[in-house]
Every structure is written in C-alpha cells, then in structure tokens.
C-alpha cells in the first residue's frame, strides 16, 4: 500500500471505530502487569486474569514483591507462561520500589523515560511504547501482533523489525493522531482484517487495500 493509500485508510479507520483507553483510571503498575501478562495470550484473558489478581492482591509493587510465587502462578496461568512471567514481574515490582519508592510515575521525571522504563526487568521497547502512550499518553506508535500484520499484509515497510515498523507508522500518522490512532489500528485488525481469515466482506478499506490476502467480494458489497 502507497503511503497515501494509507493516509486515506487510516482516515476512514479513525472516523470508524471508537476506541476507549483501557488504562485510563487504573494504576499505573498495574497497567505494566497488565501489558507484560499480555504477551502471548489475548486481551480477554489478560482482563479477566489481573481483575481476578486484583481481587486477591493490591497490583502494587510493595504487594507484588512480597506476595507468594504460587499464588502469583496460580492468578496468572490463564494467560500463559505464568512460571516465566511471575519471577519477571516480582523482579520488576522490586526494583519499582528500589528505584522509584513504588510510584512509577516518578519514570516521567527521567531525562529519558522510555529508556528509563526498558532498563527494568522485563521490559522491552513495545512495553514501553504502550505504557507511556496510554499512562503518560507520550508520543509513542506502539506496535502490537495486530498492527505488525497489517503492516505486513500492506507492505508498509519491507523490513520486519519493531522499530522499523514503529518508524515507518509515525512518518504516516502525525502525533496528536499516534495515541488513540494505535488503538484504532488495533480494533481494525482485531475486528475486521483477522489473521486467519480476514473479514474482507465488511472492510471500510477495502478499495484501498492491495494485500496478497485479499479476498473478492460481491460488486454491490464494495466500498
């Protein structure tokens, strides 16, 4: 997809879909816990497992830190990987509180926060990216599964990397658009451009779209 093409689409997409920051209102830890439980399980799942969490435990580093490992797996197994996550997150908790007195939001008042937040344990570039941009609503593109396949559905950069793409999206989508625009991306890829089996019947894109998975529909469907 041109660059262009894609202004055009990422329009429609912004006038489309309505989007809601689910950080907004939680602590800002727990919305770290939250991002890191996350990987490689699906947003329900997260949801439900650190509301649960939440029902036993404070999500606060003091709490998190002191907590009993087995309790911390058992919350967390729904999401996977529970036994890798736990010690990182117990590590995390630890070092928020060595670092920061527990108040994560003291990263904000670092000469570098992003780098700030990826010197923790645990935490990589697209961690960091979501946290600042929904907590510290900073101007990040953060890059999730969803968005790195419509980048490569549309070609949007020949390279794969995180950064690549991450660059590649904020020479498309100015930054008071980047914020709330991630979220659009991600309920357009999660709702309608799906990876097994795209919904390319009810695409607001779909004209503009050039992706190999393209799939005919009828004229009187087209847009």
Same mark, same amino acid.
């Given at each position: 997809?041109?660059? +262009?093409?894609?202004?055009?689409?990422?329009?429609?997409?912004?006038?489309?879909?309505?989007?809601?920051?689910?950080?907004?209102?939680?602590?800002?830890?727990?919305?770290?816990?939250?991002?890191?439980?996350?990987?490689?399980?699906?947003?329900?799942?997260?949801?439900?497992?650190?509301?649960?969490?939440?029902?036993?435990?404070?999500?606060?580093?003091?709490?998190?830190?002191?907590?009993?490992?087995?309790?911390?797996?058992?919350?967390?197994?729904?999401?996977?990987?529970?036994?890798?996550?736990?010690?990182?997150?117990?590590?995390?908790?630890?070092?928020? =509180?060595?670092?920061?007195?527990?108040?994560?939001?003291?990263?904000?008042?670092?000469?570098?926060?992003?780098?700030?937040?990826?010197?923790? /344990?645990?935490?990589?570039?697209?961690?960091?990216?979501?946290?600042?941009?929904?907590?510290?609503?900073?101007?990040?593109?953060?890059?999730?599964?969803?968005?790195?396949? =419509?980048?490569?559905?549309?070609? =949007?950069?020949?390279?794969? +990397?995180?950064?690549?793409?991450?660059?590649? =999206?904020?020479?498309?989508?100015? /930054?008071?658009?980047?914020?709330?625009?991630?979220?659009?991306?991600?309920?357009?890829?999660?709702?309608?451009?799906?990876?097994?089996?795209?919904?390319?019947?009810?695409?607001?894109?779909?004209?503009?779209? +050039?992706?190999?998975?393209?799939?005919?529909?009828?004229?009187?469907?087209?847009?």
């Amino acid at each position: 997809m041109r660059d +262009d093409a894609f202004r055009k689409a990422f329009d429609i997409l912004w006038r489309r879909f309505r989007v809601e920051n689910w950080a907004e209102g939680k602590d800002p830890f727990e919305v770290l816990v939250s991002i890191v439980v996350s990987q490689n399980s699906t947003d329900l799942v997260t949801e439900r497992v650190v509301r649960d969490l939440s029902h036993q435990l404070a999500v606060r580093p003091k709490e998190v830190a002191t907590a009993p490992e087995s309790l911390l797996i058992d919350a967390l197994r729904p999401a996977g990987l529970a036994r890798q996550k736990v010690p990182r997150i117990q590590e995390l908790a630890r070092e928020v =509180l060595r670092r920061f007195g527990g108040d994560l939001m003291r990263v904000l008042d670092e000469p570098d926060p992003r780098q700030t937040l990826m010197d923790l /344990p645990g935490i990589g570039p697209k961690t960091a990216d979501v946290w600042l941009s929904l907590v510290a609503g900073a101007d990040t593109m953060p890059v999730d599964t969803h968005i790195a396949r =419509l980048a490569r559905r549309w070609r =949007l950069t020949r390279r794969k +990397d995180y950064a690549a793409i991450t660059a590649k =999206l904020q020479s498309l989508i100015p /930054p008071r658009r980047r914020a709330r625009g991630h979220l659009v991306l991600i309920q357009f890829g999660r709702e309608i451009c799906q990876a097994r089996r795209p919904r390319c019947e009810e695409c607001p894109v779909y004209g503009l779209c +050039d992706a190999t998975v393209k799939r005919p529909r009828a004229t009187s469907a087209s847009r």
